[in-house]
């Protein structure tokens, strides 16, 4: 069953099981810094990758900010889903900032972390397939 839709986010695409968050957490790796950082682990089982967004609300008080932030979170990765072709991993993006960045950086910001998550999930694969 194909997952991977041109320009949608479905709701296979999203992480929302309590049990499949406590194993991202558990055993995923956490990859950037400031001022997004990515949780991941490869390998989910689900034949396609699945996302979850979390702005803190200790930094944005306000849920207007932290529903804008997440609505940009999710519309880089949606535009950039692309990269991750042919590998089927759990993602928590965790947003870091205190300021409101515009989602151009956003944007390059997903990006640099969604190819360093295909480099490193891809040389897994290999390793395990080898």
Partial sequence: ???RRPNTLSKEERLYCRKDISELLA???????YPIRMCARCGNGAG????MVSVPKKLF?????????KRRLREAYRLQKGL???IDADILLIYSSREVMS????YARVGELLEKLARNC???NGEEQA
């Fill in 1 to 3: 069953m194909e997952f």
């Fill in 27 to 33: 055993s995923g790796r956490f990859w950037g810094g």
């Fill in 48 to 51: 396609h990758s699945r996302i």
């Fill in 61 to 69: 008080r306000r849920a207007v900010k932290r529903n804008l932030l």
């Fill in 84 to 86: 991750l072709d042919g």
């Fill in 103 to 106: 989602s151009s950086e956003i």
């Fill in 122 to 124: 891809s040389k897994a």
